[in-house]
């Protein structure tokens, strides 16, 4: 039980509580349990989230999941991204070959 950081599991009245809600499935409590009473199980495909393509994904739908971002500032960002990696290339042509 010390072993889930969610603490997904308790003790009470002498047993062992499970709470699926705060579960991750990291695993640490299955591989330490004394008795092998607990065992990881894959959720179908259909209820597996979406894994993000890399960090900006990933921060993106944290963003718009505890409404930091929304969608035109979203935009905004994009737009502002685009402009700056033209500018950063036209900037390093004028400045012509380095010495």
């Known amino acids: 039980m010390g072993r889930c950081q969610m603490e997904a599991l308790k003790l009470e009245a002498g047993k062992v509580l499970f709470d699926v809600d ?3 499935g990291c695993g640490p409590c299955v591989s330490t349990c004394p008795t ?3 065992t990881l199980v894959r959720k179908p495909q259909s209820e597996q989230p979406e ?3 890399d960090i900006i994904d990933a921060s ?3 963003g718009k ?3 930091k971002i ?3 500032g979203l ?3 994009v737009v502002k991204s685009s402009v700056d990696r033209i500018a950063t290339k036209v900037n390093l042509f004028s400045l012509g070959p380095q010495s």
């Open 75 to 77: 935009m905004k960002m």
């Open 36 to 38: 092998d009473s607990l």
């Open 51 to 53: 894994t993000p393509k």
């Open 65 to 67: 999941a505890r409404g």
């Open 22 to 24: 705060r579960c991750i």
């Open 60 to 62: 993106i739908r944290l």
């Open 70 to 72: 929304t969608t035109p």
